[in-house]
């Protein structure tokens, strides 16, 4: 979970909402949909301990459509549009980590701020991790280790000595209002829903272990335990961050910055250790890059495995058994939304469309409940049918707030979606022609 979203969505929610409590309850918020959302994919998970998460959870519960259509958008917006969004911000942090560096030794740099350059750079550093996973899960695995816990000690190091080197006599910026942009967005809690669905973009990712269910000792005590652990340490990571934030820059400094960690980091600790911190958020979008090239194709690979969409995305290199087509078509898509998008545009776009399917499989939870009580619940999710009708709730609020407030992107998700139809309806006749064309094989064969 932790990756590119925190580092970028703090100025673009204070300067949506013009408060800084109302930021900080937003983060909160979000974290309660996530929690509330791993308590209920849980229960799915242990009721069906296999590989693939949510998309097993909607063919059990749907029928193949939905199943694929999960899988459609995971291929064609989920891993890749979110790692466009890495790419396209690692380029910013790179350009104020440079821009700072030249200016410290009073040297002449060049600029990496046209949009056509970072578009250029945020391609390459994709090709080259596609490159790098394509070449072997071993290195892969490797470079993306160094960079986890590079990460985190970047996120706990930002978060202690940004808390201790805070000027604490500033508390009032935790509870500053900038009341004067409200009324442009129709008032405060239309945009509140559509600052939390740009805050979920950080918490994407609270469902990732449902995926290798199949492949967990012990399942049933292991897996609630992971998903539920693993959601709350990321969301008190996220508020020490935006406490952080907030706190060590003025509300108007930092207001609608993307690259909101080189600033706060200027602010706490100067220009040299600051340099040190931007640098190291850069690695932090390293490891998000590495890390959505690694996941998103096998994700693929395995739902290809399982007959749930074409199965070209399951051929494996025979030199470096790596899912190889699975990652250059991730790869391409990636390096296309960076041509047409930004990240502003690319998370409003993903915010649509990722929200759909969560809340399919949650009210698919609640039915079968009802529809099919006899089925083996290891685990049950705690205050059932609250904790559910919650995450509901929310995440429906999100979905109306984000298509009136950006109506044009949001066609561009529903587009997306809909756009998976006809290619279920191609996948199932090629599937079935494949599937004749092996009967009759085989007939021959016994006949001969």
């Known amino acids: 979970m932790i990756g590119t979203g925190i580092f970028i969505t703090t100025g673009t929610t204070l300067y949506m909402t013009r408060s800084a409590p109302v930021v900080l309850l937003i ?125 985190l000690l970047v996120v706990i190091s930002f978060i202690v000595l940004g808390l201790s080197m805070a000027d604490w006599s500033q508390t009032e910026r935790l509870t500053a209002q900038y009341p004067d942009g409200i009324h442009e967005s129709g008032g405060l809690l239309p945009i509140t829903g559509l600052a939390l669905l740009i805050v979920m973009f950080s918490y994407s990712g609270w469902n990732g272990a449902t995926y290798i269910a199949g492949e967990i000792k012990d399942v049933e005590r292991n897996l609630p335990r992971a998903l539920f652990a693993g959601t709350l340490l990321t969301m008190l990571l996220y508020i020490g961050i935006n406490v952080v934030f907030l706190i060590s820059s003025p509300g108007l400094e930092i207001m609608g910055k993307e690259t909101i960690g080189s600033t706060v980091s200027a602010n706490l600790f100067g220009p040299r250790l600051s340099n040190l911190f931007t640098l190291g958020i850069c690695v932090i979008m390293l490891s998000s890059i590495s890390v959505q090239m690694m996941i998103g194709p096998r994700v693929y690979y395995a739902m290809a495995k399982d007959n749930m969409i074409f199965s070209a995305l399951s051929r494996v290199n025979p030199r470096f058994h790596t899912p190889t087509v699975s990652i250059v078509i991730q790869m391409l898509l990636a390096v296309f939304y960076v041509a047409v998008g930004n990240a502003s545009f690319l998370m409003e776009y993903m915010g649509f469309s990722l929200t759909v399917f969560p809340i399919l499989t949650v009210i698919g939870l609640v039915y079968m409940r009802y529809r099919h009580p006899e089925i083996p619940r290891p685990f049950k999710v705690p205050l059932f049918p609250f904790l559910p009708i919650v995450f509901i709730i929310l995440s429906s609020a999100m979905m109306i707030a984000g298509f009136m407030a950006w109506t044009e992107t949001s066609r561009f998700a529903v587009l997306a979606l809909g756009g998976g139809i006809p290619v279920y309806f191609l996948w199932r006749w090629l599937f079935r022609k494949r599937a004749a064309a092996f009967a009759k094989s085989e007939e021959n064969s016994i006949r001969n």
Not at 64 to 92: E, K, N, R, Y
Not at 109 to 135: C, E, M, R, W, Y
């Open 27 to 151: 983060w909160v918020a979000g974290g309660v949909i996530a929690l509330t959302g791993t308590l209920c994919y849980a229960e799915l998970a242990t009721m069906w301990p296999h590989v693939g998460g949510e998309y097993v959870y909607l063919k059990k519960t749907y029928g193949l459509l939905p199943s694929f259509l999960s899988g459609w958008i995971s291929l064609v917006v989920g891993f890749s549009a979110s790692v466009a969004v890495s790419a396209i911000t690692l380029i910013q942090y790179l350009d104020s980590f440079w821009q700072n560096i030249t200016m410290h030794l009073g040297a002449q740099s060049f600029a990496l701020t046209h949009p056509l350059t970072q578009k250029i750079l945020a391609s390459l550093v994709l090709l080259i991790f596609g490159g790098i996973h394509i070449h072997g899960v071993r290195s892969g695995s490797k470079i993306q280790n160094v960079l986890t816990v590079l990460k």
